[in-house]
């Protein structure tokens, strides 16, 4: 068995580890680079089957929903087999109506510890605790030999006890290890802003939301399921509804999970606000189903701007604009619960100017609020691996030509 790491050892993200047994080749994740922008045509890597169809290529897995693991999928020729988790697939193609994501129409399924034949590979998904829902790790086995290719993957979220699993029953015999590194510090006194754990941002969350007087606007990303989790929770210890928006009541549906907050009967303090954005796009594409789907748990501005203390609301600029109109923004406040480098695009700019400008003043959940570039990171930890992981290879791996036998 042989490995090569295509993209995504040197930078977060982008991931693409092509692996071949017996001239058999199958690719885990096929992601695009988080430094790349909207408009950077990035080429696929140079694995025979990516450009032409090729018989060798049995398969790519995705590992998880995240762009930088999957982004690169609609270049692929029709034909090449793919594997995602079942949850992951139908957040997608939710994503892929609202905003960006993939109909990914797969091959097959990755499951929990349940192991699957492709040609002489046999790979074993375990799934992982990690922001994105139906995250898995992947166990190749073949000739022999055997390769755990961590993807991403925490100890710090609402599954931390999957990792825990991990930790108690590992796979055994590993002979060689892709361990995803973007968070990685030497000591215990070092805390980098994404490792606050979901249980500790629920406590901050339940303290901001009891001190605001009015409505709390929260910005988080649709796809967040802990993150979905933790707000629900700390809405209901302050008295408070959730309102999501369309696409993260479709997510959360989309879950099959009935553990998951989502609008319905069994969950009376969730209810949905849909921005004029969501609106056009329903009517426009003639989706009516979705609204159809939320309609004994929807919620408007007058509404909403009523009695704005009791409510917990994902943040929109049409959203704040809509409920400015109403006086719904008396007594607000805003938290940012994204990643701080997105606060860098004009739009949260914008948003984050127009909230001032209503008297709203604006917080981040991370304890810094100093945005941190992807390659600014990811230079500090490629110069600190030598020094963290002694006895690994730094300076040329990531390239195309290596590999591992
Ligand atoms: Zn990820």
């Not at 042989?2 to 050892?9: F, L, S, T, Y």
Request: with cysteine; net charge negative; glycine share 8%.
């Amino acid at each position: 068995m042989r490995a090569c790491i295509h993209r995504g050892a040197s930078e977060i993200g982008g991931n693409c580890v092509e692996i071949e047994s017996q001239g058999a080749r199958i690719v885990l994740d096929i992601g695009r680079p988080l430094s790349a922008t909207d408009d950077d045509d990035v080429p696929l890597p140079p694995v025979p089957g990516f450009e032409a169809p090729d018989a060798g290529l049995l398969g790519v897995l995705i590992s998880h929903g995240h762009q930088d693991h999957w982004g690169l999928v609609e270049q692929l020729p029709p034909g090449v087999p793919l594997y995602a988790g079942q949850a992951t697939c139908a957040i997608l193609r939710e994503a892929a109506f609202f905003t960006r994501g993939v109909d990914l129409k797969p091959a097959g399924f990755l499951v929990h510890r349940q192991p699957f034949g492709l040609g002489p590979f046999t790979i074993t998904p375990y799934l992982n605790d990690h922001s994105a829902f139906d995250t898995y790790s992947l166990l190749i086995e073949a000739d022999g030999r055997r390769l755990f290719y961590s993807a991403d993957l925490s100890g710090h979220g609402r599954k931390a006890g999957i990792f825990e699993e991990l930790l108690r029953r590992p796979p055994q015999d590993v002979d060689v290890l892709l361990l995803e590194g973007t968070s990685v510090l030497a000591g215990a006194g070092e805390r980098p802003e994404s490792s606050l754990s979901e249980s500790a941002l629920e406590e901050d969350c339940v303290r901001f939301f009891r001190e605001t007087t009015g409505m709390a606007l929260v910005s988080y990303s649709a796809q967040n399921i802990d993150r979905l989790v933790t707000l629900y929770r700390a809405a209901r210890r302050s008295g408070r509804m959730l309102v999501l928006d369309l696409y993260t009541a479709s997510v959360a549906r989309a879950t099959r999970n009935e553990k998951i907050p989502h609008p319905g009967p069994d969950w009376p303090l969730v209810a949905v606000y849909v921005p004029m954005a969501q609106r056009i796009k329903v009517k426009e594409a003639g989706e009516f189903e979705c609204v159809q789907d939320i309609k004994g748990a929807r919620i408007f501005e007058e509404e909403l701007a009523r009695e704005p203390q009791r409510y917990v609301t994902k943040l929109h600029s049409q959203t704040a604009h809509a409920l400015a109109k109403h006086g719904g923004l008396v007594g607000a406040r805003a938290m940012w619960s994204l990643w701080s480098g997105y606060l860098d695009e004009p739009s949260a700019q914008r948003l984050r100017a127009y909230l001032e400008g209503q008297g709203v003043p604006w917080r981040s959940t991370t304890p810094r609020d100093t945005p941190v570039s992807p390659t600014s990171s990811a230079w500090r930890r490629r110069s600190r691996r030598s020094e963290l992981f002694p006895s690994t290879p730094s300076e040329e791996v990531g390239s195309p030509n290596t590999s591992t036998t």
